[in-house]
Protein backbone atom coordinates (compact mmCIF):
# COMPACT_ATOMS: atom_id res chain seq x y z
CA UNK A 1 0.00 0.00 0.00
CA UNK A 2 1.33 3.42 -1.00
CA UNK A 3 1.23 6.32 1.67
CA UNK A 4 2.33 9.94 1.56
CA UNK A 5 2.40 11.68 4.86
CA UNK A 6 3.04 15.57 4.99
CA UNK A 7 4.23 17.33 8.41
CA UNK A 8 5.86 20.58 9.35
CA UNK A 9 2.78 22.83 8.98
CA UNK A 10 2.03 25.81 11.15
CA UNK A 11 1.91 29.02 11.52
CA UNK A 12 4.50 31.34 10.57
CA UNK A 13 4.57 35.86 10.24
CA UNK A 14 4.83 37.07 6.45
CA UNK A 15 8.69 36.75 5.21
CA UNK A 16 9.08 34.05 7.25
CA UNK A 17 10.35 30.14 6.52
CA UNK A 18 8.66 26.90 6.66
CA UNK A 19 9.90 23.28 5.34
CA UNK A 20 7.85 20.82 4.50
CA UNK A 21 8.27 16.96 4.44
CA UNK A 22 6.25 14.10 2.45
CA UNK A 23 7.35 11.00 3.54
CA UNK A 24 6.83 8.18 1.41
CA UNK A 25 5.88 4.61 1.80
CA UNK A 26 5.27 1.90 -0.74
CA UNK A 27 6.20 3.43 -3.76
CA UNK A 28 9.51 2.72 -5.58
CA UNK A 29 11.44 6.21 -5.00
CA UNK A 30 13.43 6.17 -7.83
CA UNK A 31 10.71 6.10 -10.02
CA UNK A 32 7.51 8.75 -11.49
CA UNK A 33 7.27 12.03 -10.06
CA UNK A 34 6.33 13.49 -6.32
CA UNK A 35 4.50 16.76 -6.34
CA UNK A 36 3.58 19.34 -4.18
CA UNK A 37 -0.18 20.52 -4.23
CA UNK A 38 -1.67 23.22 -2.56
CA UNK A 39 -5.65 24.39 -1.59
CA UNK A 40 -6.58 27.56 0.03
CA UNK A 41 -10.42 28.18 1.47
CA UNK A 42 -13.20 27.92 -1.80
CA UNK A 43 -9.73 27.32 -4.48
CA UNK A 44 -9.01 24.81 -6.60
CA UNK A 45 -6.20 22.69 -5.62
CA UNK A 46 -3.06 24.24 -7.18
CA UNK A 47 0.12 22.18 -8.02
CA UNK A 48 3.14 24.33 -6.90
CA UNK A 49 6.55 21.86 -7.24
CA UNK A 50 7.51 18.64 -8.49
CA UNK A 51 10.74 16.28 -8.36
CA UNK A 52 11.37 13.65 -10.31
CA UNK A 53 13.38 11.70 -7.54
CA UNK A 54 15.09 8.99 -9.97
CA UNK A 55 16.36 11.85 -12.17
CA UNK A 56 17.17 15.13 -9.64
CA UNK A 57 14.75 16.76 -11.97
CA UNK A 58 12.41 20.06 -10.49
CA UNK A 59 9.77 22.04 -11.73
CA UNK A 60 8.04 24.73 -10.06
CA UNK A 61 5.21 27.60 -10.80
CA UNK A 62 5.51 31.44 -11.34
CA UNK A 63 3.88 31.98 -8.40
CA UNK A 64 6.54 30.02 -6.22
CA UNK A 65 9.56 29.80 -8.30
CA UNK A 66 12.88 31.80 -6.37
CA UNK A 67 10.94 31.30 -2.86
CA UNK A 68 10.56 27.54 -2.53
CA UNK A 69 12.70 24.52 -3.31
CA UNK A 70 11.64 20.99 -3.31
CA UNK A 71 13.95 18.26 -2.91
CA UNK A 72 14.30 14.58 -1.89
CA UNK A 73 16.16 12.24 0.00
CA UNK A 74 16.06 9.10 -1.54
CA UNK A 75 17.66 7.19 1.14
CA UNK A 76 14.95 8.02 3.32
CA UNK A 77 12.35 8.09 1.03
CA UNK A 78 10.72 11.90 2.05
CA UNK A 79 10.82 14.84 -0.10
CA UNK A 80 10.64 18.34 1.35
CA UNK A 81 9.29 21.61 0.03
CA UNK A 82 11.50 24.48 1.71
CA UNK A 83 9.23 27.29 1.30
CA UNK A 84 10.67 30.94 2.06
CA UNK A 85 9.51 34.80 1.93
CA UNK A 86 6.13 33.20 3.08
CA UNK A 87 3.05 35.38 1.79
CA UNK A 88 -0.05 35.72 3.37
CA UNK A 89 -1.69 34.25 0.04
CA UNK A 90 0.58 30.84 0.82
CA UNK A 91 -1.92 29.65 3.33
CA UNK A 92 -3.49 26.78 2.04
CA UNK A 93 -3.23 23.08 3.25
CA UNK A 94 -0.45 21.57 1.55
CA UNK A 95 -0.48 18.03 0.14
CA UNK A 96 1.98 15.66 -1.75
CA UNK A 97 0.88 13.32 -4.14
CA UNK A 98 2.53 10.52 -5.86
CA UNK A 99 2.54 9.01 -9.23
CA UNK A 100 5.01 6.05 -11.49
CA UNK A 101 5.33 8.00 -14.08
CA UNK A 102 7.25 10.66 -15.77
CA UNK A 103 4.84 13.65 -16.75
CA UNK A 104 5.12 16.44 -19.06
CA UNK A 105 2.32 18.40 -17.78
CA UNK A 106 2.86 17.65 -13.71
CA UNK A 107 0.33 20.31 -12.56
CA UNK A 108 -2.36 18.04 -13.72
CA UNK A 109 -3.26 16.75 -10.72
CA UNK A 110 -5.79 14.35 -12.32
CA UNK A 111 -2.47 12.21 -13.17
CA UNK A 112 -1.75 11.34 -9.68
CA UNK A 113 -2.70 8.20 -8.05
CA UNK A 114 -1.75 8.58 -4.25
CA UNK A 115 -2.43 12.02 -1.86
CA UNK A 116 -0.85 12.42 1.25
CA UNK A 117 -3.41 14.06 4.28
CA UNK A 118 -2.30 17.22 4.32
CA UNK A 119 -0.64 19.76 6.61
CA UNK A 120 -1.77 23.51 7.16
CA UNK A 121 0.14 26.43 6.65
CA UNK A 122 -0.78 29.78 7.30
CA UNK A 123 1.34 32.83 7.21
CA UNK A 124 0.15 35.73 9.14
CA UNK A 125 0.58 39.43 7.83
Known amino acids: EVQLVESGGGLVQAGGSLRLSCAVSGFTFDDGAITWFRQAPGKEREGISC????????FYTDSVKGRFTISSDNAKKTVYLQMNSLKPEDTAVYYC??????????????????WGQGTQVTVSS
Open 51 to 58: IEPGHGST
Open 97 to 114: AAVRTLLRSWTWDKVYDY
